[in-house]
């Protein structure tokens, strides 16, 4: 039966946070129901409210950096009890049939996944109207359980919180375009760039942090980055020197030139950073031929490297904490404080790695 909860919602484009009362639908087979303790406030939440990106529909539960605890499961559930602890990011379903589903990579879902808060405007992403119910900004919700994430025992919830979504994001591309001894350039020194540092790290990666703010380098290099890069350095020296980049920035802060001149020949610059709509990409032919560099995009991350990255955290939980002061700088809100850490997110004026808001 449909279940009556709290949730903060999005009235329409731009409107600020409202506590108020929603109806979550139906309880399905594959599903499990959570009592949901926290939430990563993650940048997507600011695009999506402002409907920067054109998919947004309102009103609209935002939030897909939730932890949660299971307290009912569906009649085909066997994966999930009562009590489980778990994690729900930015999808919500996928058809399970496809090739890249049965392989555990969810996000490149051939017909389209479910996003958790997505509906019609976001075409096959949003198939069911999620834009009300979905997210996490809610007290309660109801998920396939393929996608509520068993956290490991250890891991605490605030550590988690931003791992399932900035986390993950960039954990993906480490594991697609990286090696040990991967010489890897990560661009823009925020929540998702400091999660790549130190996911790398634990891979035997080697990475340099790139930035347009200087302020940054020690934040950096106490995340484990071998060296930093300003873009108001003079880049010639830093010309042909990395494999790999990947760039978290949400916008467009440099040319594609800038990066790709990095790149070694044959290098990959990989964009996980989605900026406004209408922000295109731009660089000649002729250059990318010769040189035979790559750009590729990445979205999120599915089952397999979820699954694979906590694994890697329970194991080395000191390690990411250790010499960090971001990551342990974490700022727990509670919900009623959204508005404010949103605007504050969005003018930069957050103090730690990532808000974290907590019911």
Known sequence: MSLETEAYVCKAKGEPLKLEKIVLPPLEANEVECDMVCCGLCHTDCHMCTNDWGISDFPMVPGHEGVGIVRAVGSAVSTHAVGDRVGIAWMRDSCQACEACLCGRENICQPGYQGTFLSKSAGVWGKKPYN????????????????????????????????????????????????????????????????AIKLAKLRGVTPTAISSSPHKKQ?????????????????????????????????????????????????????????????????????????????????????????????????????????????????????????????????????????????
């Open 132 to 195: 009300l119910t979905g997210g996490c900004f809610s007290k309660v919700m109801r998920v396939a359980a393929r996608f509520a994430f068993k956290i490991p025992e250890g891991v605490p919830d605030d550590v988690a919180c931003p791992l399932l979504c900035g986390g993950g994001t960039v954990y993906e591309p480490l594991c697609d375009y990286c090696e040990p001894g991967t010489q890897l350039g990560v661009a823009g020194i925020g929540g998702l760039g400091t999660a």
């Open 219 to 359: 934040a950096a290099l106490a995340a484990g980055a071998k060296d930093f890069v300003c873009f108001d350095d003079d880049l010639a020296a830093w010309a042909g020197k990395f494999d790999v980049i990947i760039d978290t920035s949400p916008a467009n802060t440099q040319p594609a030139a800038t990066y790709l001149n990095l790149l070694k020949f044959g290098g990959t610059y990989c964009r996980v950073g989605i900026p406004a709509a209408g922000e295109g990409f731009k660089y000649d032919w002729i250059p990318l031929i010769f040189t035979q560099r790559k750009v590729v995009g990445s979205i999120v991350t599915g089952s397999k490297c979820m699954h694979s990255m906590f694994n890697l955290v329970k194991d080395n939980l000191d390690f990411l904490q250790a010499d960090n002061p971001d990551l342990q700088n974490i700022e727990k809100v509670p919900f009623s404080q959204a508005n404010a850490a949103m605007k504050n997110l969005v003018e930069r004026k957050n103090k730690g790695y990532r808000y974290v808001l907590v019911w």
